[in-house]
């Protein structure tokens, strides 16, 4: 079965950095697409970032510039690096894999504050 394995979450100052991980176990194949998608409380699931299996990228408007994806597909991994991280960055953030199927991560938490 196809595990996801999230970690990288945690605390963080504002304009601090946390790079997330999360790493796919079981699959036969690579995902087309690796994404990252968070829930603050009260909101709904959003996306926040997605990388197809080239490379194309794909960030919402309110992570560009300071969030990077990228994936490692030997390694079935995905990371968000997020910089410059802003209160309004907390939210639980949820691994999401794309193939034939689809799996989710359980969540890691990102808070930010100070």
């Known amino acids: 079965q196809v595990q996801l394995v999230e970690s990288g979450g945690g605390l963080v100052q504002p304009g601090g950095s946390l790079r997330l991980s999360c790493a796919a176990s079981?699959?036969?194949?690579?995902?087309?697409?690796m994404g990252w998608y968070r829930q603050a409380p009260g909101k709904e699931r959003e996306l926040v970032a997605d990388?197809?299996?080239?490379?194309?990228?794909q960030y919402d408007d309110s992570v560009k510039g300071r969030f990077t994806i990228s994936r490692d597909n030997a390694k079935n991994t995905v990371y968000l690096q997020m910089n410059s991280l802003k209160v309004e960055d907390t939210a639980v953030y949820y691994c999401?894999?794309?193939?034939?199927?689809?799996?989710w991560g359980q969540g890691t938490q990102v808070t930010v504050s100070s």
């Open positions: 999401l894999c794309n193939g034939p199927g689809h799996y």
């Open positions: 079981g699959s036969m194949f690579s995902f087309i697409t």
């Open positions: 990388i197809s299996r080239g490379g194309s990228t």
